[in-house]
Structures are given as C-alpha cells and as structure tokens.
C-alpha cells in the first residue's frame, strides 16, 4: 500500500530550485484534458499487479469543439467491464459536467461543476457534488514514465475534499491540460494514493487548434 503521494510534494513541506522557478507559470492553465485524441492511463497502486491490470481505466478525448459558452469536450473512458462518455463545458478555467447535453450551442455553464469558473486562483473554495473542496497548493509532478510536453505543465494544484454526509476526506493533483493526475484517500490516518496517471499520450494526432478559454498563448 502507496503511504506518500507519488505525483507531486506538497508545496508546505518544501521544493526544489527548479521547481520553484517552475511555480511561476507565465501563462493561465485550463486543469482538464482537451486535446482531441489525447489518452490517458490511470491504475490503482494499492492492488496487486493482477487486478491491477485488470482495474485499469483509460481516458480519452474524443471530440473538443468551440461554443459560444465555451469548449465542449467529449470523453470515453474505458475499462475491461465497458465503455461509456462523458460530456463537458470548460469555461472559464472550470469545468461542468453535461448530463444530457443537446446539442454544443446550448451548453452552458449551468452544469455540475466539476471545477469553478477562476479555478484555482480566483476561486479556491467551492460545494458540489455533495461534498466541499478547497485548493490545498500548486506542487510540481513526479509521474515516472509520464512524458509532460512543456516544463510548465510539471506544476499543477491539490485539491481536498471532504464528503458534507460522512466519508473518506480525499486529495486531488489536478495537472494544466490533463486534469486528475494522483488521488489520494485519508486511510487509517494516512493519505493513501488510490489512482495515479501511469500513461499519456495521442492515439490519433491533435487536430483541435483552439486553447479552451481561460486559456491564454
């Protein structure tokens, strides 16, 4: 069982020289997958190597599209057992979960959040989905085996939730254009890491030009 969170230190107990020059990202960050084609690997490192394996979800963006509310982006996460997609908005450095989108023009931001609109520095406190979350700190990613394009896309934000009705406090990394990258699960006065990204990559080429909003060249 993973006792200490592989993906990223928390910035409260220290970094690197590089890491702390890395902290300065020069430009906003959307902290979820859009690029179409992109696929992501995710596994649970308290299971043996066997179901493991087994457990393994992958992520990928099947369509990103502009709208007048915002980027619609469309996901399809795989396991062994199935095959199901996701819609969402991304607005505004948040992210909103469509569930039963009509059509891209009448997406708008009225949708579960997923992350508020200003995440994560003008809005860093926020209730959804039936528990409370709040921005912990940026850290900067150790993912072995998960090549990150650009020096900037290292430094991403915990997020921690606590359940309003009871249940397991979590942690979330979230890293700039991926998204979820580490959980990690209070266990037995612990952090446990429950999921961690292991893979990423294109399964087709990129063909989305667009940056989502909140977005900035």
């Known amino acids: 069982m993973k006792l200490a969170p592989a993906a990223a230190v928390l910035l409260l107990l220290g970094s690197s020289p590089g890491c702390d020059q890395a902290l300065r990202p020069a430009r906003a960050r959307i902290y979820a997958a859009w690029e179409e084609g992109l696929t992501l690997g995710y596994e649970d490192p308290t299971l043996e190597p066997g179901p493991r394996a087994q457990h393994r979800q992958q992520v990928r963006v099947k369509e990103s599209r502009p709208t007048a509310a915002g980027l619609a982006v469309t996901k399809t996460f795989t396991t062994l057992t199935g095959q199901w997609d996701t819609h969402v908005l991304q607005h ?3 992210v909103f979960l469509q569930i039963e989108p009509t059509g891209a023009a009448s997406l708008l931001p009225g949708g579960i959040p997923l992350l508020p609109e200003g995440f994560p520095d003008r809005v860093a406190r926020w209730e959804s989905r039936g528990a409370y979350h709040w921005v912990v700190g940026r850290a900067c990613a150790d993912l072995p085996g998960v090549s990150l394009p650009e020096p900037d896309r290292n430094v991403g934000v915990w ?4 359940p309003l009705e009871g249940g397991p406090r979590t942690r979330t ?3 700039p254009d991926i998204g979820e990258a580490e959980t990690l699960t209070w266990i037995q006065g612990r952090w446990v ?3 961690i990204l ?3 990559g ?3 080429l990129p063909t989305a030009t667009h940056k989502p909003s909140g977005s900035a060249s």
Request: zero cysteines.
């Open 92 to 94: 505004d450095g948040g």
């Open 159 to 162: 997020v921690e939730s606590t």
């Open 173 to 175: 990394f979230y890293l």
């Open 193 to 195: 890491t429950t999921n």
């Open 198 to 200: 292991v893979t990423r």
């Open 202 to 204: 294109f399964t087709d």
